[in-house]
């Protein structure tokens, strides 16, 4: 099984902030890395797809790189709707784990 | 636009089973692979099971192999997972998501969840 780690596990930044959140595959997953957000109460939401590719809809602040175990999610500008955890999820290999997510709030 | 309604969640005895439903709309449900995905309370997610679209390839976490059972009917755009032998550990949310690809290559759609509480 591919295990996956984020870092860190949680962080407060303020307003107008960029954040940078990583996740590191097991072994190389080449760019079949997703990130999700999910607001508390609410089902998690696809925000990139493929380790850089944005979903149709999510603001352009949201964009993430990375290739082979090392990856990078970024928001640009952290907003008050951004409050939200972060999970990265590989699809390289089944079973598709999940990162344990980074919780992100504002200072 | 798509939707996806989780159903069938509650209260359940170790031991017990239950059979949770989803109902799609919006989409061409028998165009999609399917998955079932759960989270414990205040924990992360856990992917727990797939069905390809025509429903003739599936696969488990080993958390749930030889206890759930994922199956769908294209013609009511419905999915669903029968959970058998149900422990206390299997206590989450459990939501379906809609496959962007193919073997979980993404989940672009998600519904708001049903709660499955296994408790004596």
């Known amino acids: 099984d591919i295990q996956m780690t984020q870092s860190p596990s949680s962080l407060s930044a303020s307003v107008g902030d960029r954040v940078t959140i990583t996740c590191q595959a097991s072994q190389d997953i080449s760019n079949y890395l997703n990130w999700y957000q999910q607001k508390p109460g609410k089902a998690p939401k696809l925000l990139i797809y493929d380790a850089s590719n944005l979903e149709t809809g999510v603001p352009s602040r949201f964009s993430g790189s990375g290739s082979g175990t090392d990856f990078t999610f970024t928001i640009s500008s952290l907003q008050p709707e951004d409050i939200a955890t972060y999970y990265c999820q590989q699809y390289d290999n089944l079973p598709p784990f999940f990162g344990p997510g980074t919780k992100v709030d504002i200072k | 636009q798509v939707q996806l309604v989780e159903s069938g969640g509650g209260l359940v005895k170790p031991g017990g089973s239950l059979r949770l439903s989803c109902a799609a709309s919006?989409?061409?449900?028998?165009?999609?692979?399917m998955s079932w995905i759960r989270q414990a309370p205040g924990k992360g997610l856990e992917w727990v099971s797939y069905?390809?679209?025509?429903?003739?390839?599936?696969y488990y976490a080993d958390s749930v192999k030889g206890r759930f059972t994922i199956s769908r009917d294209n013609a009511k755009n419905s999915l669903y997972l029968q959970m058998n032998s149900l422990r206390a550990e299997d206590t989450a949310v459990y939501y379906c998501a809609r496959d962007r690809g193919i073997a979980a290559a993404g989940f672009d759609y998600w519904g708001q969840g049903t709660l499955v509480t296994v408790s004596s």
């Open positions: 069905i390809s679209s025509s429903g003739s390839t599936i």
């Open positions: 919006g989409f061409t449900f028998s165009d999609y692979y």
